[in-house]
Antibody, heavy 119, light 107 residues
């Protein structure tokens, strides 16, 4: 069974940093693109970025809205996806989801981890 | 960036009704369009991918259609378990972008 479990969220002051993790299991992690998507309270989801699979050299793409502040990486020995969040702003407050992506399907979502940016 | 315009924002319908939700992209997205259902306090769930393909386990009363820049999700004969918020997503090009959502409630 495919399972994605995010962690690392919490309350952080504006300007602060967080690193989110997503532990993946139940599939061959290196075969899949992995994405991060966030959803502010009561709003639509926002795609943040993607890290490609082994066959595509684990390259990354980002939403310009967060590029330069957020960094996606992966530990393929431990099957963990990361999202480094820097210079956080109140508008970054959201539930952050890791999502598996392959062949046009965002087919497996974690339960999300909550990030609140507030002083 | 591609903008997705979704309508309506909400709808109140009766059990057994047919529901249609639409998404219009700001450019041709070549059927790179998915639909998601989200229940309160839950992660979104993939319902339709490639504009018309039903995800495994999704009831056949759900269907997707469209091409170019215009797409629709149809629920034939709405059941109570179909309430929630529906989002479209284009994945034609980065950055992927979601519609603003349609809340479906029972009248």
């Amino acid at each position: 069974e495919v399972n994605l479990l995010e962690s690392g969220g919490g309350l952080v002051q504006p300007g602060g940093s967080l690193r989110l993790s997503c532990a993946a299991s139940g599939f061959t992690f290196t075969d899949f693109y992995m994405t991060w998507i966030r959803q502010p309270p009561g709003k639509a989801p926002e795609w943040l970025g993607v890290i490609r699979n082994k066959g595509n050299a684990y390259t990354t793409e980002y939403n310009p809205s967060v590029e330069g502040r957020f960094t996606i990486s992966r530990d393929n020995t431990q099957n963990i996806l990361y999202l480094q969040l820097n210079t956080l702003r109140p508008e970054d407050t959201a539930i952050y989801y890791c999502v598996r992506y392959q062949f046009g399907r965002l087919d497996a979502w974690g339960q999300g981890t909550s990030v609140t940016v507030s002083s | 960036d591609i903008q997705m315009t979704q309508s309506p924002s909400s709808m109140s319908v009766s059990l057994g009704d047919r529901v249609t939700i639409t998404c219009r992209a700001s450019q041709d997205i070549g059927k790179f369009l998915s639909w998601f259902q989200q229940k309160p306090e839950r992660s979104p769930k993939l319902m339709i991918f490639g504009a018309t393909n039903l995800e495994a386990g999704v009831p056949s009363r759900f269907s997707g259609s469209g091409s170019g820049s215009d797409y629709s999700l149809t629920i034939n004969s709405l059941e109570s378990e179909d309430t929630g918020i529906y989002f479209c997503l284009q994945h034609k090009e980065y950055p992927f972008s979601f519609g603003s959502g349609t809340k479906v409630e029972i009248k």
